[in-house]
């Protein structure tokens, strides 16, 4: 049986369908068990790790949107996607990126590719809206295999899927749904 790290590797080698069916795979194997004190978040280890405290910030708001959140581990030689989220049936694999900075959105959205076509933006500081949505297009622009960008502000999550930003007002309209 192989182990996680080569199903995680499996996945860059797979797309559409065979991808979806590979990360729930991924999500239902044994290895993954309840994180002591919360509901729905699951890990394989990793409590040790410099970025745990900001993936269990992102994987508490998750499950306060209804996922199940799988912590995936991080193989050293393998890049890979930090979550799988799961709700009523369907799996997305997130790369977290946690804003603290004024003007990091950009640079840590670009960091991302290559890992997983999904990013989950966590904006821990006040970001200006125009620039998030300058942001967001620079990244979907320069990533065509970019799927969808999860934005975790304060209690609020907003989904920037590619139809979106092709829109022509999208700044227009990111702008006015970002502050309501």
Same mark, same amino acid.
């Given at each position: $049986? %192989? %182990?996680?790290?080569? *199903?995680?590797?499996?996945?860059?080698?797979?797309?559409?369908?065979?991808? &979806?069916?590979?990360? *729930?795979?991924?999500?239902?194997?044994?290895?993954?068990?309840?994180?002591?004190?919360?509901?729905?978040?699951?890990?394989?280890?990793? *409590?040790? &790790?410099? #970025?745990?405290?900001?993936?269990?910030?992102?994987?508490?708001?998750?499950? $306060?949107?209804?996922?199940?959140?799988?912590?995936?581990?991080?193989?050293?030689?393998?890049?890979? /996607?930090?979550?799988?989220? *799961?709700?009523?049936?369907?799996?997305? $694999?997130?790369?977290?990126?946690?804003?603290?900075?004024? /003007?990091? /959105?950009?640079?840590?959205?670009?960091? &991302?590719?290559?890992?997983?076509?999904?990013?989950?933006?966590?904006?821990?500081? #006040?970001? %200006?809206?125009? &620039?998030?949505?300058?942001?967001?297009? /620079?990244?979907?622009?320069?990533?065509? %295999?970019?799927?969808?960008?999860?934005?975790?502000?304060?209690?609020?999550?907003?989904?920037?899927?590619?139809?979106?930003?092709?829109?022509? #007002?999208?700044?227009?309209?990111?702008?006015?749904?970002?502050?309501?």
């Amino acid at each position: $049986m %192989n %182990n996680i790290t080569d *199903e995680l590797a499996k996945l860059h080698e797979l797309t559409g369908a065979e991808f &979806s069916r590979q990360v *729930e795979r991924i999500a239902l194997r044994n290895e993954f068990y309840p994180l002591e004190g919360e509901t729905d978040i699951y890990i394989t280890g990793g *409590e040790t &790790s410099d #970025d745990f405290e900001n993936q269990l910030n992102a994987a508490r708001k998750a499950v $306060m949107h209804g996922y199940r959140v799988f912590v995936l581990p991080n193989p050293r030689g393998i890049r890979t /996607a930090d979550f799988i989220f *799961e709700r009523k049936g369907t799996y997305k $694999m997130y790369d977290l990126k946690t804003i603290s900075g004024k /003007a990091s /959105a950009k640079n840590r959205l670009l960091e &991302s590719i290559g890992q997983t076509n999904h990013v989950l933006l966590n904006m821990a500081t #006040d970001y %200006n809206a125009r &620039s998030l949505a300058k942001d967001l297009l /620079a990244y979907f622009t320069t990533n065509p %295999n970019a799927f969808e960008v999860m934005i975790f502000k304060r209690n609020k999550v907003i989904q920037v899927k590619r139809v979106s930003v092709e829109n022509h #007002d999208f700044i227009k309209k990111f702008i006015l749904f970002y502050h309501k």
